[in-house]
């Protein structure tokens, strides 16, 4: 990502995606390349082989880490179990921004591991916007949310996607204005 405003005008360079037929070759040969960016459940771990390796890997590349497991679309409630493991590795890896899909994936503590379309509704942008800044509030890091590449369409939907990614942003900066008395 170049220097730019949202990043406080610093320049991390490229990112190339960590991958396990390729993590040995990552230290030797940096090529250039600043920025490593991965998924985070390989390194959620208490020790061993990943935290080993994504330490080798530290000492030559700035880590971001992107998720596919935050599930901003659903209905529940962050799971603080798996955000306190989070903000562990987030700590650990100095990560100046993390990224996850705007999707849903778990109902009632159960997680599909599937990036699943959303209805684009208003009362699932209010939602969003809300579960976005409790995650963001808790882990202290920006987050970069990206959508989702879909197959099919919720037939509930109230809008667009472009329209319902402008409605959640639009929610999120009224929740963050001060207010006026």
Request: aromatic residues 8%; charged residues 30%.
């Amino acid at each position: 990502m170049p220097a730019n405003a949202f990043n406080g005008q610093t320049d991390y360079g490229i990112g190339i995606g960590l991958r396990v037929p390729t993590l040995p070759a990552h230290p030797r040969e940096k090529a250039g390349r600043r920025l490593v960016r991965d998924h985070l459940g390989k390194f959620m771990v208490d020790g061993g082989r990943p935290l080993e390796v994504l330490d080798r890997i530290m000492e030559q590349y700035r880590v971001v880490q992107h998720g596919v497991s935050m599930y901003f679309g659903s209905a529940d409630k962050p799971d603080r179990a798996h955000l306190k493991k989070l903000k562990a590795l987030v700590k650990r890896t100095e990560t100046p921004w993390l990224s996850d899909h705007l999707c849903w994936g778990s109902v009632d503590g159960t997680f599909t591991h599937d990036l699943l379309p959303m209805p684009y509704t208003f009362a699932s942008a209010r939602r969003t916007a809300e579960k976005i800044r409790q995650i963001r509030d808790y882990l202290e890091v920006p987050l970069c949310v990206e959508n989702v590449s879909s197959y099919a369409e919720v037939s509930r939907s109230e809008m667009t996607e472009w329209e319902f990614l402008t409605e959640v942003v639009r929610t999120r900066r009224l929740r963050n204005s001060p207010r006026r008395e």
